[in-house]
Structures are given as structure tokens and as C-alpha cells.
């Protein structure tokens, strides 16, 4: 069955960049849409950014537009997360999911509903 791994949190300062991988394993994702999600103390999980299964479509949040990147390599079946000039607001556990492709509208891309499988998560904290 798919499982996905996150990797690359941690401490930076406000400015800063850290970049996120989604490692799966059990299925190809060429065939997921995949979507990250992030979690702060007391708020409801929010879509961060999200990439449709061809990577052909991709959706962010407002709040992170400009700043951040979503981006898969099919070939190593790993997603990314680049983000950029991090905020403290920035701050959350951050989780990578996985939907199967299916025909839905864009709006429609980064909402929670459409992901079944998803990672552990992995903190990230943006701090002086």
C-alpha cells in the first residue's frame, strides 16, 4: 500500500528556506494528485500548495504564494516543498498527502477531502 514519508523540517530563522521531501513507497505516485498541508498549534489544518497527478495543474494558499514551490520528481517518486522568505506564521507540522487522479475541478484541488493517504508529518518552526 502507498506510504509517504516527509523529511527536511526543522529550525530556521525568519528569511530563510528550508525545502521538504515526500518520499513514497508501495506505489508510484505519477498517478496521485499530492497535496501539503500544514498544521499550526490551535488552527485547523490548511492547503499549503498542491500538484495534480500529471503535474500540468498546481494550487497555493495566499498566504504563500510567491514564496513558495511544489514540484515532483516521478522518477525518484518524491514530492517537494520549497519555501522561501519563511515567516514566523510560517510556522506548523507540515504533511504531505496523496489522492488518487480522478476528473474534479481546480478549486477543487487542495481540499482536504480529496486525500486519502498521508504522511507523519514533520515540524517546522521559523524563529529568531
Known amino acids: 500500500q502507498l506510504q509517504l514519508v516527509e523529511s527536511g523540517g526543522g529550525l530556521v530563522q525568519p528569511g530563510g528556506s528550508l525545502r521538504l521531501s515526500c518520499a513514497a513507497s508501495g506505489r508510484t505516485l505519477d498517478n496521485y494528485a499530492i497535496g501539503w498541508f500544514r498544521q499550526a498549534p490551535g488552527k485547523e489544518r490548511e492547503g499549503v500548495a498542491c500538484?495534480?497527478?500529471?503535474?500540468?495543474?498546481?494550487k497555493y494558499a495566499d498566504s504563500v504564494k510567491g514564496r513558495f514551490t511544489i514540484s515532483r520528481d516521478n522518477a525518484k517518486n518524491t514530492v517537494y516543498l520549497q519555501m522561501n522568505s519563511l515567516k514566523p506564521e510560517d510556522t506548523g507540522v507540515y504533511y504531505c498527502?496523496?489522492?488518487?487522479?480522478?476528473?474534479?475541478?481546480?478549486?477543487?484541488?487542495?481540499?482536504?477531502?480529496?486525500?486519502?493517504?498521508w504522511g507523519q508529518g514533520t515540524q517546522v518552526t521559523v524563529s529568531s
Open positions: 500538484i495534480s497527478a500529471s503535474g500540468g495543474s498546481t
Open positions: 498527502a496523496a489522492g488518487v487522479r480522478r476528473l474534479a475541478p481546480v478549486q477543487s484541488m487542495c481540499l482536504i477531502t480529496r486525500y486519502e493517504t
